[in-house]
């Protein structure tokens, strides 16, 4: 901070010294100040210098920025400006130099009734000579050593006319001296700040591009290149080729002076509010655009040079009102000590260019002299450095921080990379361990729901048991007779979830469901009323586990004379089973005619497993499964779907249970060939066989259930 401060403080004295140093006045006998031997007399465009000798002339006072506009009015389009001196001895016998350090708009010149020269272009393609001083050489054949010379100017007037107060006549080179150092400080200079500016917004354009955060770096740029715009018309005489003929003179202007100030007014307040880092609210920014597209409109339709200048001043107050914005918006009594930092260094960055603003009041309208260069723009340009500077220090800063931080980063993951290694071994052992506790687990599980026995009477069975992981969540478990050879029930549960957790349950809900369907089996009590006792079991015994399970129950009775069995079945939530009738080819969902809902293992909701009950003669197909099946998707998202089910089983109904399991798994897995599965997958089909051919083979019969 104490840096900054000392760098633009130096800057001001360095300023202020160089709008206050004098150039060292030149010998009196070799140049002399014709500023108070000019006379005008009012023109027109027409007027030539014959004309010029017959009209008469007045006093012509030099004083003010708009001398001429002043004597002669604003109405006024052309003048003429005479004035008459006797060459000094030292001067006789010499050629000399016209120096004229302001004229404004555009001018012609002649010595003694010789044109010698002429700046800017008169109308119909009018041309301003803009801020460059005028010089001509005159040879010493048109001077009258003896007697009277006569120096005539036709001026051309636009906007805010004026002469300087400098209009110095002396030797060849020392005049011409002059006008190089006068040109250096009105023109040259700027081309040299026009490099600097280019540079830099070069470099914080790409700055801003790299980190693509701080958006102070990316207004600096264009308020560089603003800056650039805005000293165009200071330097373009010296370059080889002025501005193209074919642009007329009052669009270039537009495009250059004005059009480059509103910008640098934008982009100055958009980097006020950045670099503060303050949040700017909506209707602040719309309102600064609009200020910037207002001015840009009106001074891009302005019809002329004149109304131009007209508009100039409320044009220039638009500009201060929006940098003004900029400092409302980060004026805030609640600033955070970072933000209250970075407000003081902007106070200071900016007063430059307010002191060059007071000097330049103070030039052009106390003492009323049109010749000086514009301390307003030097101290922009310091201004800008000070930016520089600011931005420099920040994105070092970041820069600094973040080398810091990726050191740190670096030791950190270094540190952790040594003490993961060095468990690295005991965490392999543990996984290791881990994956042979789960192995043994699913063999376990495998175990505890063995496939049916090949040989039951009037039954074909297959089983296809899919986990999605090692362990499942499925479960299902038949009920036999104590000889193994009459199948009494079959059940299917579905624990919510899958792996590890669901797994367990299953082994807890298993013996549950065994024990309460072979003791109501000997009570005779009917599947419902066995499925309201599993799940008040099933509640109590898993206590605080928030699994649940769906399930379907059957139980099977004797086969009549005409080898029907029937079968009950409780549905507790879970997806119906379907049932294919060889004598009708009708394949379909078996529904209880109440309605049933609830899970089991869930004590806060009221359930309901009503009992249906049906038939099964020889041929006919039952098929139940986990919702694994018909719930899964194709990579279109579209489900398998128990109507593709019930497709394959009345295509199939002719093949055994093995071959109609087999076609539906491979259907299944055409369909969801590529996607990978969410959940486990249990089928179970069910074939009626005659019973009767069962009895032959064993002899006997048990008439168990």
Same mark, same amino acid.
């Given at each position: 901070m104490r840096f900054q401060k000392f760098i633009i403080i130096l800057s001001i004295f360095l300023q202020l010294g160089l709008l206050g140093c004098k150039k060292k006045d030149l010998t009196e006998n070799l140049v002399i100040n014709l500023k108070d031997r000019f006379y005008w007399a009012e023109a027109d465009a027409k007027s030539t210098i014959k004309d010029a000798e017959t009209l008469r002339f007045h006093k012509f006072s030099t004083d003010g920025v708009s001398n001429i506009l002043k004597v002669a009015g604003k109405d006024t389009e052309y003048v003429w400006l005479m004035a008459v001196f006797a060459l000094p001895e030292d001067l006789r016998g010499k050629a000399l130099g016209l120096l004229i350090s302001y004229l404004h708009f555009a001018d012609k010149v002649w010595v003694n009734g010789t044109f010698v020269g002429s700046y800017g272009q008169f109308p119909p393609h009018s041309k301003s000579s803009l801020w460059g001083s005028h010089f001509y050489s005159i040879p010493e054949p048109l001077l009258n050593p003896v007697g009277r010379n006569i120096i005539l100017i036709k001026v051309y007037c636009k906007g805010q006319s004026g002469i300087s107060d400098n209009i110095l006549l002396g030797e060849h080179n020392i005049i011409k001296n002059r006008d190089t150092l006068h040109t250096f400080g009105q023109s040259i200079i700027y081309l040299f700040a026009e490099g600097g500016m280019l540079f830099a917004a070069i470099i914080f354009l790409l700055i801003f591009i790299w980190r693509q955060k701080e958006r102070e770096y990316l207004s600096f740029a264009f308020l560089c290149l603003s800056s650039m715009i805005l000293d165009t018309p200071f330097f373009t005489r010296l370059l080889p080729v002025d501005y193209p003929s074919n642009i007329p003179f009052l669009f270039f202007y537009k495009c250059t002076l004005p059009e480059g100030l509103y910008l640098i007014a934008f982009f100055a307040s958009s980097l006020v509010i950045q670099f503060v880092k303050k949040k700017e609210l909506r209707a602040i920014r719309i309102t600064r655009i609009s200020i910037l597209a207002i001015c840009s409109v009106l001074t891009f339709t302005a019809p002329s040079y004149e109304f131009l200048m007209m508009i100039c001043p409320y044009m220039i107050a638009l500009s201060i009102l929006q940098l003004l914005l900029g400092f409302v918006v980060v004026f805030d009594k609640k600033l955070s000590e970072e933000e209250r930092h970075n407000f003081k260094i902007l106070q200071f960055a900016f007063i430059p260019l307010i002191v060059s603003i007071v000097i330049d009041i103070f030039i052009r309208k106390v003492i009323q002299k049109a010749d000086t260069p514009y301390a307003t723009l030097f101290g922009w340009l310091i201004t800008i450095c000070n930016f520089m500077v600011l931005l420099s220090q920040r994105y070092n800063k970041a820069v600094s921080q973040n080398e810091y931080m990726n050191v740190q980063l670096r030791r950190e993951v270094l540190k952790q990379t040594k003490e993961l290694s060095e468990k690295n071994t005991t965490l392999e052992d543990q996984i290791n361990r881990s994956e042979a506790d789960l192995e043994m687990a699913a063999i376990v599980q495998k175990k505890f729901f063995p496939y049916p026995p090949k040989s039951l009477k009037g039954w074909d069975i297959a089983v296809s048991y899919? &986990?999605? %992981?090692?362990?499942?969540?499925?479960?299902?478990? !038949?009920?036999?007779?104590? =000889?193994?050879?009459?199948?009494?029930?079959?059940?299917? !549960? %579905?624990?919510?979830?899958?792996? @590890?957790?669901?797994?367990?349950?299953?082994?807890?809900?298993?013996?549950?469901?065994?024990?309460?369907?072979? +003791?109501?089996? +000997? +009570?005779?009590?009917?599947?419902?009323?066995?499925?309201?006792?599993?799940?008040?079991?099933? @509640?109590?015994?898993?206590?605080? @586990?928030?699994?649940?399970?769906?399930?379907?129950?059957? +139980?099977?009775?004797?086969?009549? =004379?005409?080898?029907?069995?029937?079968?009950?079945? #409780?549905? #507790?939530?879970? &997806?119906? &089973? @379907?049932?294919?009738? #060889?004598?009708s080819n009708i394949c379909d969902e078996i529904e209880t005619h109440e309605e049933h809902h609830g899970a089991i293992g869930l004590d806060f909701i009221e359930v309901s497993f009503p009992q249906v009950d049906f038939s099964m003669a020889e041929d006919d197909i039952l098929v139940f499964y986990t919702d694994g099946l018909t719930e899964s998707r194709r990579s279109d998202g579209q489900m398998f779907g128990k109507e593709r089910v019930k497709r394959i089983i009345k295509e199939n109904f002719a093949k055994d249970a093995q071959s109609i399991m087999e076609e539906l798994i491979d259907s299944f897995q055409s369909f969801t060939e590529g996607v990978k599965r969410d959940d486990d997958i249990t089928v179970v089909v069910m074939k009626r066989e005659n019973s009767s051919n069962f009895i032959e083979e064993l002899g006997e019969v048990d008439d168990f259930g």
């Open positions: 899919s &986990p999605l %992981d090692k362990v499942s969540g499925d479960m299902y478990d !038949f009920y036999v007779d104590s =000889k193994g050879n009459i199948l009494n029930g079959f059940s299917l !549960f %579905d624990v919510s979830g899958h792996g @590890i957790a669901a797994s367990l349950v299953t082994m807890l809900a298993k013996n549950i469901i065994f024990q309460a369907f072979t +003791r109501n089996l +000997r +009570r005779h009590e009917n599947v419902s009323r066995t499925l309201y006792e599993i799940n008040n079991e099933i @509640i109590e015994a898993k206590g605080e @586990i928030e699994n649940y399970l769906t399930g379907l129950m059957f +139980r099977f009775g004797k086969f009549d =004379k005409n080898d029907e069995c029937e079968v009950s079945m #409780a549905n #507790a939530g879970h &997806p119906n &089973p @379907i049932l294919y009738s #060889a004598k």
